[in-house]
Nanobody
Framework: QVQLVESGGGLVQPGGSLRLSCAAS????????MGWYRQAPGKQRELVAV???????NYADSVKGRFTISRDNANNTVYLQMNSLKPEDTAVYYC????????????????WGQGTQVTVSS
């Protein structure tokens, strides 16, 4: 019953900004962490940023100083503010959640969103 829905992707010029959002819904008991990954064509999926239930954050070196991850606990939503975008940021961005939810029983799950395309180009 848990679903992650991403939004906010699109086409932007180099140096521009975008804000991605991801909302988790369903029978969620607790969220340990939520984060963003990205995957370019022919490349492996890589971690972009993650935020834990305690508020700790971690970023890939390539996005430090440009991207900011934040959360809205009341709505089980995570955001990724992306500034000073570069062509190498072009990828499909995926939301990820590490949480406890109800399936046949309460257990820990690792969920993924469908992905949203971000294209940085002139």
């Amino acid at each position: 019953q848990v679903q992650l829905v991403e939004s906010g992707g699109g086409l932007v010029q180099p140096g521009g900004s975008l804000r991605l959002s991801c909302a988790a819904s369903g029978s969620i008991f607790s969220i340990y962490a939520m984060g963003w990954y990205r995957q370019a064509p022919g490349k492996q999926r890589e971690l972009v940023a993650v935020i834990t239930s305690g508020g700790s954050t971690n970023y890939a070196d390539s996005v430090k100083g440009r991207f900011t991850i934040s959360r809205d606990n009341a709505n089980n939503t995570v955001y990724l503010q992306m500034n000073s975008l570069k062509p190498e940021d072009t990828a499909v961005y995926y939301c990820n959640a590490d949480l406890i939810a109800r399936g046949s029983s309460w257990r820990r799950y690792d969920y993924w969103g469908q992905g949203t395309q971000v294209t940085v180009s002139s």
